[in-house]
């Protein structure tokens, strides 16, 4: 009996299960990644595979953070579209974390662009 | 795959929640499954046990909220950092380690010799060894009733096998070779249905996982799961061996097979330990492809 309910759980769940999700991983960004750009971007948008509330946005320029206002209590979305400061000319470095709305996981990673002088 | 000290640190607490809670629920299971058999020493000596095991499950649990903030932000000021650690118990971490918890406390009823107080334990035993299904990489899938239902599961018998061999050491330790025998010999009775079960819901979970079976191999998570298969199969060889040649050995009264039983129930404790500690990597540091 429990052997069959089991074996048919198993086979229902096999036969009807969707593809699993991975955790949010960043898919693209604009700026891209290395990307060198002539003007400087007024927006940050990062773009990610699943769903995911954005935790941490640090936007680097020579060891120094430049401040990008991140609104922690926003829903989850797939994309974020950030308001960058004026920047000037120089190499950028963007940090970012972010935890998948379905199965909680925490990401993380970073990516470069250069604005040209 | 970047992986710092706070994500090793972070799935190194999970391992000992899944150590400590496995080994507190299993304990309840065990109680109630063999109390006929046990003397009122040895009972009081693994409520003890079961007691600490339920403080290091409750404790790693916290700990591995504050840790995940904190490699957020890689400073130790995200573990402290309200939004950090709200972001992570909204999205399902909340919920498991709040059911954990629950659970584990309903353990402590296990310290009552009362009936209605043992069941109370028997349900804070399977609330606790099956919070982590509450959250994961099955909550991906859609749909994912019938995966959560073979993970609960799994967990549970995952409970029931692991949770027993502390127990079953303080008997071997304490107790005399008759004693041991009959504990073994019933324990194993069970445990030959309850790993049947925890086999065939593993193996159907993994099947649901695996996509494209190359490219999962090839993955973080495929290779952290082929380490964690390798370690099954050990477990169950010293698991059959126990039952198929120590046991029955042991109902003979060969004093050698007491000594044997020891060693076998601490090697299966280490597998036991690898075990653990695969599946909180993977389900920590990597995902399914």
């Keep these: 009996m429990l052997k069959n309910a089991l074996l048919a759980l198993a086979a229902c769940g096999i036969v009807v299960a969707g593809p ?10 604009t700026p891209a990644n290395n990307a060198h750009l002539s003007e400087a971007p007024q927006t940050l948008t990062l773009n990610f595979s699943e769903a995911a509330k954005l935790a941490v946005l640090k936007l680097v320029r020579d060891g120094k953070e430049i401040s990008v206002p991140l609104d922690k209590s926003a829903k989850a979305g797939q994309t974020f579209t950030l308001s960058l400061p004026p920047l000037s000319p120089g190499n950028y470095t963007v940090q970012w974390a972010a935890v998948a709305a379905d199965d909680g996981h925490v990401t993380k990673g970073s990516f470069a662009f250069l604005i040209a002088s | 795959m970047e992986i710092n000290g706070w994500d090793l640190a972070a ?11 496995f080994g507190a629920a299993g304990a309840v299971f065990f109680l109630v ?3 006929s058999l046990l003397r009122d020493q040895q009972r009081a000596r693994i409520r003890r046990l079961m007691g600490i095991l339920v403080g290091i499950g409750g404790a790693a649990s916290i700990l591995r909220i504050l840790l995940l903030a904190g490699s957020m932000s890689g400073e130790i000021a995200g573990m402290f950092d309200g939004s950090f650690a709200g972001m992570i118990l909204s999205a399902g971490e909340g919920r498991a380690t709040g ?5 584990l406390a309903l353990l402590l009823s296990a310290f009552s010799a009362k009936r209605s107080f043992r069941g109370a334990a028997v349900v804070g035993a399977i609330a606790a060894s099956t919070s982590f299904a509450w959250v994961g990489h099955i909550h991906g899938m859609t749909p994912n009733t019938a995966a959560t239902l073979l993970l609960c599961l799994h967990l549970w018998c995952a409970a029931f096998w692991l949770g027993a ?10 107790g005399n070779a008759a004693q041991t025998a009959a504990a073994a010999a019933r324990f194993g009775k069970l445990a030959l249905r309850v790993v049947a079960v925890l086999l065939a819901a593993g193996v159907s979970l993994l099947l649901m996982l695996i996509g494209n079976a190359a490219q999962f191999w090839a993955s973080d998570y495929g290779r952290m799961m082929a380490i964690k298969l390798l370690a099954v199969a050990a477990l169950l060889g010293v698991a059959a061996w126990n039952k198929l040649l120590l046991t029955p050995r042991l109902l003979k009264g060969d004093a050698r097979a007491a000594q044997l039983f020891r060693r076998s129930l601490l090697a299966e404790m280490g597998f036991g330990a690898l075990i653990l500690l695969t599946t909180a990597a993977f389900t920590t540091l990597a995902g399914p492809p």
């Design chain 1, 20 to 29: 699993c999700m991975a955790h949010a991983k960043l898919q693209s960004s």
């Design chain 2, 11 to 21: 799935a190194f607490a999970k391992a000992v929640t899944y150590s400590a809670t």
């Design chain 2, 33 to 35: 499954y063999c109390s």
């Design chain 2, 99 to 103: 059911v954990r918890i629950v659970g």
């Design chain 2, 165 to 174: 061999l502390l127990p079953l050491l303080v008997i071997a330790k304490g």
